[in-house]
């Protein structure tokens, strides 16, 4: 092997046990006690979407096949109009 470590060689094993200055430690205690000052969250409401019932997923797949068909119709469009000659 070789003696030069490397760039990631240098790097400490492990990562430092000082928090920055910049973040305050919390201890441990006072953790769980924030936790429990806090109120718990309302459970989430699931909005129905149109692909909850079998006519919302017709209607969204016939959408997007409108789609493709229109812009595989204006890209062939753009294709013949380019082909024209110009005055």
């Known amino acids: 092997m070789d003696d030069d470590p490397g760039v990631l060689g240098r790097l400490p ?3 430092p ?3 920055s ?3 305050p430690a919390i201890a441990r205690a006072d953790r769980g006690a924030e936790a429990k000052r806090r109120a718990p969250r309302p459970p989430e409401k699931h909005a129905t979407s149109a692909l909850d019932n079998p006519l919302g997923i017709a ?3 016939a959408a997007e096949l ?3 068909g ?3 119709s204006a890209r ?3 294709g013949v109009l380019a082909r024209l000659p110009r005055p």
């Open 21 to 23: 200055p910049k973040r």
């Open 17 to 19: 046990h000082r928090r």
């Open 66 to 68: 409108a789609e493709i």
């Open 59 to 61: 209607v969204q797949a």
């Open 76 to 78: 062939a469009l753009r």
């Open 13 to 15: 094993r492990t990562r």
């Open 70 to 72: 229109l812009s595989a």
